[in-house]
Antibody, heavy 121, light 108 residues
């Protein structure tokens, strides 16, 4: 059973960089059958896709966040990471990592439980 | 960019009701449309992928249909555990994926 687990600071100061890691267990992040993605959800609001990474390191980002986002992968640790720079209060949200399965129409079939990140001084 | 809309934004229904939620894309996305269920404090759960394929383990009362720009999620007989928020998501466009704004289903 594949499991994803987000980790990282729950509080980030404005203008600083938010950094989160997603650890994948029960499967290899190096499999060519998946993308690995980050999604966020402000309290009481909908889901916003942040970006995705392939095992090769190839990335795609939400155009609205592209200038501030970096997603990377560490296959040796079976992890992928998110960095979001120059954060403001608007970046306060629950951040989810998720697996995108290519063979099922590029849907998110496994999700982490989510981690709340608050941007505040 | 492809924009997704959902209707209604919320609905009240009773156990046993047939419920239909609509999702519309701003341009054709073929059948690259997925549906998720989210309960408070939990991660979304995949229900339907590729517009009409039922994810393994999901009850058969859930079904999806549509292609192009118009899609529907139907719950044939609403159960107490189905009260949640439902999101559609398009996976057609590059660079990325877009979610609909969600439809909250609550108890009448």
């Amino acid at each position: 059973q594949v499991q994803l687990q987000e980790s990282g600071p729950g509080l980030v100061k404005p203008s600083q960089t938010l950094s989160l890691t997603c650890t994948v267990s029960g499967g290899s992040i190096s499999s060519g059958s998946y993308y690995w993605s980050w999604i966020r959800q402000p309290a009481g609001k909908g889901l916003e896709w942040i970006g995705r990474i392939y095992t090769s390191g190839s990335t795609n980002y939400n155009p609205s966040l592209k200038s501030r986002v970096t997603i990377s992968v560490d296959t040796s640790k079976n992890q992928f990471s998110l960095k979001l720079s120059s954060v403001t209060a608007a970046d306060t949200a629950v951040y989810y990592c998720a697996r995108v399965i290519l063979s099922l129409g590029y849907c998110f079939d496994y999700w982490g439980q989510g981690t709340l990140v608050t941007v505040s001084s | 960019d492809i924009q997704m809309t959902q209707s209604p934004s919320s609905l009240s229904a009773s156990v046993g009701d047939r419920v239909t939620i609509t999702c519309r894309a701003s341009q054709s996305i073929s059948s690259y449309l997925n549906w998720y269920q989210q309960k408070p404090g939990k991660a979304p759960k995949l229900l339907i992928y590729a517009a009409s394929s039922l994810q393994s383990g999901v009850p058969s009362r859930f079904s999806g249909s549509g292609s192009g720009t118009d899609f529907t999620l139907t719950i044939s007989s609403l159960q107490p555990e189905d009260f949640a928020t439902y999101y559609c998501q398009q996976s057609y466009s590059t660079p990325g994926f877009t979610f609909g704004p969600g439809t909250k289903v609550d108890i009448k």
